[in-house]
């Protein structure tokens, strides 16, 4: 019996070691065949990428074309009159006609207000009273030295025989040369009273403020009654613009610009008032001085402008348009051709390290116009135009530019040539 037993236990241990066998062989042969499954998922990938790598790239485009080019310099700034004068008094009092209002034309000389001259008048007359006793002071002084003149003469004639000692001779002497002497002050007193006189007369004149200028009334800062005080700083009363037929535009130029400004030449400019029409005018100078503002630096820029309309008015802000070149006949070519690099191909990929750039392929296709792009300067101007569907490079001189187009001025780039400007979004 026990013979029997280890028999049937010696058949269910090989029954279950060939069973454990089975399942191992069947989870190799299951992994094998995962591993080639995923090894043909990632061929076909590659070839799917290489074959769309293989498309023909669908550029961009732009034509070069010959046309006129303007350079043009943009700035603000306000309309101001030619000759702008602010009237004010010397004179403190107060104000008792004003007889000219806003927009009036005044003429030279015209009177623009009147102070109270009350307390003035009462000076003038002071001062003319001072003026008489001075001229009165004079008279004595000489009839003092006309007595002391006689009252000499009789000590000389009583020294001759000399009834008069040389004491009351000096005495005699003395007073009258201290007589002359009160003459000469007095007369001195006389032009201190007339310049006295004069002051006030001329402070009584002042007191009617005139125009000095034939203009136009722009502003008027007073009303009658008002009281002025002209003591350090000189109070402005209205403000005078001589000839609005003729105005100035005072536009800031910035410092990268203000080199491509000139005297002399032409813009154009635009106010809000009048949006579709452009008003002519032309430089007339260009100031040296900074202005420094929140750290852009600008040159003050003037411009004449005929406003023999009058439409334009003091304060008007205006948009200027200076041209400071004009090309009647250029080759033009769009700057973003200019600005156009093609993508590197393998080759130079390759070149840039990494195990993989040269599995992957690139928009360019690998063609020859491409990898001769590496013997050009990388500062040279280029261009990339189509032949025979290829991207080739040529390399340019540029001129001036707009911001939009530039002129070409050297370089084997014709009119009509076919330029590369970008890669068509749209592409895979």
């Known amino acids: 019996m026990s013979g029997d037993s280890n028999g049937i236990a010696e058949r269910e241990l090989q029954d279950r070691l060939k069973l454990s066998s089975d399942r191992s062989t069947r989870r190799r042969r299951f992994g094998w065949l995962f591993m080639l499954a995923a090894l043909v998922v990632v061929i076909g990938a590659v070839f799917f990428l290489l074959s769309r790598g293989q498309e023909a790239t669908r550029f961009v485009t ?139 007369e001329t402070r009584l004149e002042k007191a009617e403020i005139r125009s000095p200028i034939d203009g136009l009334v722009l502003a008027r800062l007073i009303e009658p009654g008002q009281t002025v005080a002209a003591s350090l700083q000189t109070p402005v009363l209205f403000v005078l613009a001589e000839d609005l037929a003729d105005m100035e535009l005072h536009i800031d130029v910035d410092e990268a610009d203000v080199g491509l400004v000139r005297e002399r030449q032409t813009a154009t400019f635009t106010v809000d008032a009048y949006p579709e029409r452009l008003f002519p005018a032309i430089i007339t100078q260009v100031r040296f001085a900074p202005e420094t503002e929140g750290g852009v630096v600008t040159y003050e820029t003037v411009l004449q402008v005929d406003n023999q309309e009058l439409l334009l008015r003091p304060g008007m802000t205006a948009t200027a348009e200076i041209l400071v070149a004009e090309i009647p006949d250029a080759l033009l070519v769009p700057n973003a051709a200019l600005r156009y690099r093609p993508p590197l191909d393998s080759d130079q990929a390759a070149d840039n390290g990494g195990p993989f750039n040269g599995a992957w392929p690139h928009s360019s296709g690998g063609n020859a116009s491409h990898r001769n792009s590496t013997t050009i300067r990388s500062d040279s101007p280029v261009l990339w135009t189509l032949r025979d569907g290829e991207p080739v490079a040529v390399p340019v001189q540029t001129g001036l530019t707009d911001g939009m187009q530039t002129e070409i001025v050297g370089g084997e780039l014709t009119a009509g040539d076919v330029l590369v400007t970008g890669i068509d979004p749209g592409q895979p």
Do not use: W
Not at 66 to 85: H, W
Not at 140 to 154: D, I, P, Y
Not at 156 to 163: F, G, N, P, Q, W
Not at 190 to 198: F, Q
């Open 62 to 200: 732009a034509t070069a074309e010959r046309g006129a080019l303007r350079i043009s310099v943009s700035a603000t700034g306000e309309l101001e009159p030619v000759n702008q004068v602010d009237v004010g008094t010397e004179v403190s009092g107060t104000i008792r006609t004003v007889p000219v209002n806003f927009n009036d034309r005044v003429s030279q000389g015209q009177i623009l207000a009147r102070l109270d001259t009350d307390e003035l008048e009462a000076q003038v007359l002071q001062a003319r009273a001072s003026l008489k006793a001075a001229d009165a002071g004079v008279a004595q002084t000489r009839a003092t030295v006309e007595e002391s003149r006689l009252k000499r003469e009789r000590c000389l004639e009583l020294a001759r025989k000399a009834m008069c000692t040389q004491e009351d001779l000096d005495t005699a002497q003395a007073s009258y040369l201290r007589a002359e002497a009160d003459v000469a002050s007095a007369e001195a007193q006389v032009e201190v009273a007339r310049a006295a006189l004069d002051a006030h």
